[in-house]
């Protein structure tokens, strides 16, 4: 059995795709309960500054989770959008205190 794993992702959106990249994540992130994970936390900022513009924190069950998840047909019939709105994606593990 998998530890559970706790992660941040850091999203930035492409220069004038702002609502168009948390329409997407909407949609996305609906998917997350259904492969055993939550969503602890989402921040929606503007932006400015080169500071991202969505910070997510999620916990999943293990690896296995996270990886049908990324594998979700639904999530991976979008990967066009998503290159469309979302400019850059940092995805890293943390410990939530």
Known sequence: MSSPVELCCLLRA??????AMTAYEDEVLALVPEHGGEI???AIGDGAGG???EVHTYRFPGQEAIDAYMADPRRTAR????DRVV???I???VRLA
């Open 14 to 19: 492409r220069p004038g795709a702002e609502a």
């Open 79 to 82: 990967t066009e959008e998503r």
């Open 40 to 42: 602890v936390s989402r």
């Open 91 to 93: 995805l890293f593990p």
């Open 87 to 89: 400019e850059s994606t």
């Open 51 to 53: 500071h991202p513009h």
